[in-house]
């Protein structure tokens, strides 16, 4: 699998819109890019996946440039309730395993 | 969503004994189920693969002796823990792979946070 590069941490005020950024400049053809995130002490949820087209759905929209090399996931209306650690992940869709990178620490703050 | 529930939500033992984790697909079945380990502020770390009705695939590392897995249904897999030390002390979470036709997603459980003292 394809490997991901994302910050460490970002900060984003209540109500703007949070944009993760992630790099998985290896990505292969037939490999998607999935989005979960974990708030603290519980286990991750799925927020969203793509493979070439832009994404949207009731928690976030997905953005994957035109060469595959990276992906943005975007909080449209960040809460206090978004605050977690949030995983891109590269696989092929038929691929049962995840194989969890370090993950962004969003911190959404009043 | 589907859910997948585990149990216990946390567990004290002592050094020395064993440990039992179930989790459970309370709305699909599933025929493939994985353990996860995280240490605190680490991502985490995939165990294993719990297969229904055959043997557990690990990943490099992981000792199966140490871990034993057992998918005897498909709603439900088991981690043991054998002869838990200290070090085994982390937060074990789970997740089954739900399959309908094309459509397949992974949902994960709520985690069991395990203390050996």
């Known amino acids: 699998d394809a490997k991901t590069t994302q910050p460490t941490s970002m900060d984003c005020a209540e109500g703007r819109a949070a944009n993760l950024p992630c790099n998985h400049s290896t990505i292969s053809g037939n490999e998607y890019v999935y989005w979960y995130r974990q708030i603290h002490s519980q286990g991750p949820q799925y927020i969203i996946h793509?493979?070439?087209n832009n994404e949207t759905n009731e928690m976030a929209s997905l953005i994957i440039t035109e060469d595959r090399k990276s992906s943005t996931l975007i909080l449209p209306h960040a809460t206090l309730r978004d605050t977690a650690v949030y995983y891109c992940?590269?696989?092929?869709?038929?691929?049962?395993?995840?194989?969890f990178g370090s993950g962004t620490k969003l911190n959404v703050k009043p | 969503g589907a859910v997948v529930s585990q149990h216990p939500s946390w567990v004290i033992c002592k050094s020395g004994t064993s440990v039992k984790i179930e989790c459970r697909s309370l709305d699909f079945q599933a025929t493939t189920m994985f353990w996860y380990r995280q240490f605190p502020k680490q991502s985490l770390m995939l165990m294993a693969t719990?297969?229904?009705?055959?043997?557990?695939?690990?990943e490099q590392g992981v000792e199966k002796d140490k871990f034993l897995i057992n998918h005897a249904s498909l709603t439900l897999s088991t981690l043991t823990v054998t002869s838990a030390h200290p070090e085994d002390s982390s937060f074990y979470i789970c997740s089954a792979r739900y399959s309908r036709g094309g459509y397949r997603e992974q949902y994960f459980g709520p985690g069991t946070r395990l203390t050996v003292t």
């Open positions: 719990s297969n229904e009705g055959s043997k557990a695939t690990y």
């Open positions: 793509g493979l070439k």
């Open positions: 992940i590269v696989k092929m869709y038929n691929f049962n395993k995840f194989y």
